[in-house]
């Protein structure tokens, strides 16, 4: 069946420095890969995406990668700030026509930004 | 433009009892999927809705079940409530015709005592 899992689990970093947070899928079907934070108290905002043609994807710090043969993806941000400070996830779905969708996610990474 | 918009934010209720929890997508969007988060089996997917048929469903029992109405507002209900299911719902807004970007509302807090 679908399982995304992710890592690690918790992650702290300096203020500054670079975090990357890791998933792997199962479902070589799979070819939408969603990024979300979600703050204490509030919904997954979603933070970027990237889709199964497209090998990366860059948003000013924040960016993913996505290698299909190993069936991985992973998200990088750069130059850390206070405000990162979340929980991370990531999910994998597919996507057909009319974008009937089912997200299944990765169990989260709880990012600290120490200043 | 609003967000999604679910009501109510948060629940109390007994176990046994019944409860429904509303969601209002995006202006124009048309799929509305709905997911159970517990910090021990972190985000499920529960079902999705389109022009309101539900086209996907996630493994729940079926005490758990869901509709949507014609103008894409959703609701889910579940019924015989039991301890397990104190929750956060959240509900996921997408366009669904052209891409399939998916976006929360801040949920509803369900307690179950």
């Known amino acids: 069946g679908e399982n995304v899992e992710q890592h690690p689990s918790t992650l702290s970093v300096q203020e500054g420095d670079s975090a990357v947070i890791k998933c792997t899928y199962s479902?070589?079907?799979?070819?939408?890969f969603p990024w979300y934070k979600q703050e204490l108290g509030k919904g997954p905002q979603l933070i970027i995406d990237?889709?199964?043609?497209?090998g990366e994807k860059k948003d000013q710090r924040i960016a993913v990668t996505l290698n299909k043969t190993a069936k991985h993806f992973s998200l990088h941000i750069t130059e850390t700030q206070p405000e990162d400070s979340a929980v991370y996830f990531c999910?994998?779905?597919?996507?057909?026509?009319?974008?009937?969708?089912?997200?299944?996610f990765g169990q989260g990474t709880r990012l600290t930004i120490n200043p | 433009k609003a967000g999604v918009t679910q009501t109510p934010r948060y629940l109390i209720k007994t176990r046994g009892q019944q409860v429904t929890l509303s969601c209002s997508p995006i202006?124009?969007?048309?799929?509305v999927s709905w997911y159970q988060q517990t910090p021990g089996q972190g985000l499920q997917f529960l079902f999705e809705?389109?022009?309101?048929?539900?086209?996907n469903k996630g493994n729940f029992p079926g005490r758990f079940s869901g509709r949507q109405f014609s103008n894409s507002r959703s609701e889910m209900n579940v019924s015989t409530l039991e301890l397990g299911d104190s929750a956060l719902y959240l509900c996921?807004?997408?366009?669904?015709?052209?891409?399939?970007?998916?976006?929360f509302g801040q949920g509803t807090r369900l307690t179950v005592v």
């Open positions: 996921a807004s997408s366009y669904a015709v052209m891409g399939t970007e998916a976006f």
């Open positions: 479902d070589s079907a799979s070819n939408y």
């Open positions: 990237i889709r199964s043609n497209v």
């Open positions: 999910a994998a779905s597919i996507e057909r026509g009319r974008g009937a969708q089912k997200l299944v």
């Open positions: 202006s124009g969007h048309r799929s």
């Open positions: 809705y389109f022009s309101e048929t539900q086209r």
